[in-house]
């Protein structure tokens, strides 16, 4: 059973569409990372969410943690082609020294 | 300022071989975690490492081992080689701790069993 779950898998869009990809779990996590991966590369870190409620905005990437903080989501407005990649989020658990665990993520393809 | 190193990055192994895959953090980093990535499971939690102590382990058969050394670089092995083992190894550094801080990834080392 996979502690985080990511949707869609695959997104693919026109450029200058706008986008949301969700992040789920029963459980509660402490804080909530989102990185993305290019092809060859290892992921890098967008974005870090700690508190319920929060949203951080990075250029045209919008970031929430969900109240409870059992979830969140990324908003992608106007999608370019540099936005393609694969989307993963991160959490971890609320319960002391606990590994970070990633959902599969979201593939998304953004056409010019 | 340097970023995370693996070697090798490309690798083919047959089954019931052995493998060693080699991670030196960023300098100064004293955490150091792998993963395994497969696109089925995506990215599956394997060790974490801080000053040579594991302080974490994943779900992972004993076949999977690893070590960190004083000077923070860190190891893997995997043992008798399966098909299933054919993935993308990552390793990851952090400033501090790994369960409170941003996690620097290696380009990885890709694994082919045959």
Redesign the interface.
Known sequence: T?LLEQSPQFLSIQEGENLTVYCNSSSVFSSL?WYRQEP??????LV?VVTGGEVKKLKRLTFQFGDARKDSSLHITAAQPGDTGLY?C?G?RNS??????????TRLSVIA | KAG?TQTPRYLIKTRGQQVTLSCSPISGHRSV?W?QQTPG?????LF?YFSETQ??K?NFPGRFSGRQFSNSRSEMNVSTLELGDSALY?C?SSLV???TG???????SRLTVL
């Open positions: 996979q990372q060859g590369e290892g992921p890098v870190l870090t993963l991160a971890r002391g020294n606990t590994p970070l665990v990633f959902g599969k993520g | 995370v975690s993963y499971q995506g990215l599956q939690f974490e302080r974490n994943g990552l990851a701790e790994a369960n941003e996690l620097f990834f290696g380009e990885g």
